[in-house]
């Protein structure tokens, strides 16, 4: 799972808008963490490198 927060560093889409609703990436050694911007102390998930660019692909 995603390390955490605190040692990440987080980015959020270019194309975001600002109501908030947005999630955040933060690309690790091993995975890419995932976090909903609205909760930045919250949780996070981690997606393989792999799955990541698997994801991505499909949104094309």
Do not use: H, Y
């Not at 609703?21 to 949780?43: F, W």
């Amino acid at each position: 799972m995603a390390k955490k927060a605190g040692k990440l560093q987080w980015r959020k889409s270019s194309r975001s808008v600002d109501d908030g609703s947005c999630v955040e990436i933060a690309p690790a050694a091993a995975e890419v963490a995932a976090r909903d911007s609205k909760v930045p102390e919250g949780s996070n998930i981690g997606f393989g490198k792999g799955q990541w660019a698997d994801f991505l692909a499909s949104l094309r």
